[in-house]
């Protein structure tokens, strides 16, 4: 009961292992401590068959696995938004284009988002308020999503969003609205009242994209549409589209 949950079948089963081959096994997992916490062990497993016993020799190595953890986290993670950066979105996306490869009837929609007049807050009230700006706007987009859909940061006040699981434009199209809604009132910083809207171009998977480029191309080249029609507006791209 002191190992972790999620550690305890993977333990159960080394330790079948062990009962069955008698070789010295090896396994890392969490056990908890006094304080209700708990610690990463390295533990080396030895089965005396003749003892009935089987002896554990364990080395705390927490600091360690934290360290890797927050290094494959930081690796895929934008550091001001905690949202996924543009290399892990890249990656995600290519995926999501060779899964609808495979299954025609699946798609999704990808939107691009950039702030209207951010440039001009972040130069007249400062990089801190520019800063905690972004932050609130990437809650906004998290509350705008399903768990399902990934939301990212290219960097700036750029920001994408990829909604898994949508075949028809009107389903993109009422995320683009709800972005919208969310982003209407005025955001307070520092006795600030800031008002932020956003420019969104949305991008439908095809069979004729090969890769997630030029697809972020597509999104990129909508939202920009977006921009020129007045801003706070949405534009789904098609053929002939341009910024």
């Not at 009961?1 to 333990?11: Q, S």
């Not at 001001?80 to 995600?92: D, I, Q, S, V």
């Not at 009107?170 to 005025?186: D, G, K, W």
């Not at 520092?190 to 095809?206: D, E, V």
């Amino acid at each position: 009961d002191f190992i972790h949950p999620d550690d305890r079948r993977n333990f159960i089963e080394t330790l079948d292992q062990l009962k069955n081959t008698g070789a010295q096994l090896f396994i890392e997992c969490r056990f908890q401590c006094r304080t209700k916490g708990y610690r990463w062990l390295s533990c080396s497993l030895a089965d005396y068959s003749d003892e009935r016993l089987c002896y554990i020799v364990a080395r705390d190595v927490t600091d360690r696995v934290m360290a890797e953890q927050k290094l494959a986290h930081d690796a895929c993670h934008d550091p001001l938004t905690g949202l996924y950066n543009r290399a892990e979105f890249m990656k995600r996306l290519n995926y999501a284009l060779a899964y609808a490869a495979r299954q025609p009837r699946y798609g999704f929609a990808l939107l691009y988002l950039d702030l209207d007049r951010f440039k001009i807050i972040n130069d007249t009230l400062g990089h801190n308020i520019g800063d905690e700006l972004l932050r609130e706007v990437s809650r906004h987009l998290l509350n705008a999503v399903r768990k399902v859909d990934i939301v990212a940061r290219l960097g700036g006040d750029e920001f994408v969003i990829l909604l898994m699981d949508i075949t028809i434009p009107e389903e993109a199209e009422r995320v683009a609205q709800n972005i919208h809604s969310l982003l209407t009132p005025p955001v307070i910083l520092q006795s600030n009242a800031i008002k932020i809207s956003a420019s969104i171009g949305i991008a439908l998977s095809t069979i004729k994209y090969q890769d997630a480029a030029a697809m972020l191309h597509d999104a990129d080249t909508a939202m920009y549409a977006a921009k020129s029609n007045g801003k706070s507006q949405y534009v789904l791209f098609y053929p002939g589209v341009h910024g």
